[in-house]
């Protein structure tokens, strides 16, 4: 009789088992290449390197593989095939085989987040709008119009109805940054769901010293998504930096982007939105 408790002690082991492999099954296990060219601005600088100690720690702690690449080269179709996101840290393709590569991944079910200047774009720059694809359809911003000065935090405003946003509250306050505002009507575009945007608590944004680099009015959506794609971008990643007592090229950081509890929440849940969706409707 003292043995009659085994079956259901085995019962329990067993059913233990089969949970715990149910939920690690469920774990975020997919695989994020970040493309970046950590050379341009002190800021961006600074954020990259950021970026390469904050999402391995992620990685660990989500369950997903986190790879780093500076050869743009990769950006091909058998190399991209090996992962299911794809990150732009600072910067943008330019080769026009890369761009192809990227505009393929994405039509074909990959998955994108990109920050702060990879969505910039400006005619007579040194990045210029001439990829029409990813600026007017893809991201829907068209080109930069426009940013505040000094990097400042704001206060955000979060629409929830969104798997990157429904554990935020309804308005937070952001890390320091530069603010863009774009071309295009964000609103307007029915593809487009904007996700954070400036709220009017924040202003008067900016510190100037130029007035146009103050903004005092106006609806700025700061991160969003498209709903014909598996893409989140996040306008945020240019640090405060003590530009005023640069030594050579040695820049100190003032602030830091992922020194954020609400903020960080967004973007790790974005990614594994991202990492983790079935389907998206695609561009044919």
Known sequence: ??????????LFITLSC????TNAQKRSKFKVIAFFTGKNDMAHVSFVKEAHQWFPEMAKKYHFEYDTTSNW???NASFLA????VLFLDTRPEDIAQRKAFEYYMKNGGAWMGFHFTAFALHQSAFPQ??????????????????TWRPTAANLR????NEATKNLPKIFKSQPNEWYKWEKNL???????VLLSIDTSSFPLGTGPKPHEIWHQGDYP???TNKNYKMIYVNMGHNDMDYEHKHGKDVKTLSNTFDNEYQNKFIIDGLLWLGTQKSAKQKK
């Open 130 to 147: 001439n990829w029409d694809w990813y600026h007017l359809d893809f991201l829907g911003s068209g080109q930069y119009s426009g940013n």
């Open 1 to 10: 009789m003292r043995h009659s408790h085994f079956p259901k002690l085995l």
């Open 187 to 193: 609103r307007t575009n029915p593809n487009i769901t």
């Open 73 to 75: 080269s990769n950006m």
């Open 222 to 224: 700061v991160a969003w």
């Open 82 to 85: 090996k992962y299911q996101v």
């Open 158 to 161: 979060v629409d929830r109805k």
């Open 18 to 21: 089969i949970a715990f492999t």
